[in-house]
């Protein structure tokens, strides 16, 4: 059975960085994507970030682009979200995903398996 588990969450003041982890287990495939959402109290969850099994598709909600970086590692079944510049805004539960098929999509419904959330909370 598929697990993830994220961590790095935390309370920090605007415009410091945090980095979020995601460890993934129990995978039958051998290519997946990967991808980051995240939901802000009285809000749907949202897209942040996804990518592919060698990276070569990275995609990037607007709404981050040029302060958050998604990266993996495949031989640690782990990918990161690092986010710089972080904003109050920001402030959500942040959400790994995992889809076997490869394809970075932008929706809920593209993933079938999620971690449990990592709060993440920034102060002005």
């Known amino acids: 059975q598929v697990q993830l588990v994220e961590s790095g969450g935390g309370l920090v003041q605007a415009g410091v960085s945090l980095r979020l982890s995601c460890a993934a287990s129990?995978?039958?495939?051998?290519?997946?994507?990967m991808a980051w959402f995240r939901q802000a109290p009285g809000k749907e969850r949202e897209f942040v970030a996804g990518?592919?099994?060698?990276?070569?598709?990275?995609r990037y909600a607007d709404f981050v682009k040029g302060r958050f970086t998604i990266s993996r590692d495949n031989a640690k079944k782990m990918v990161y979200l690092q986010m710089n510049s972080l904003k109050p805004e920001d402030t959500a539960v942040y959400y790994c995903?995992?889809?076997?098929?490869?394809?970075?999509?932008?929706?809920?419904?593209?993933?079938?398996?999620w971690g449990q959330g990592t709060q993440v909370t920034v102060f002005s």
């Open positions: 129990g995978l039958t495939v051998s290519t997946y994507s």
């Open positions: 995903a995992f889809d076997q098929s490869n394809f970075v999509r932008t929706i809920e419904s593209g993933y079938g398996y």
């Open positions: 990518i592919s099994w060698g990276g070569s598709t990275i």
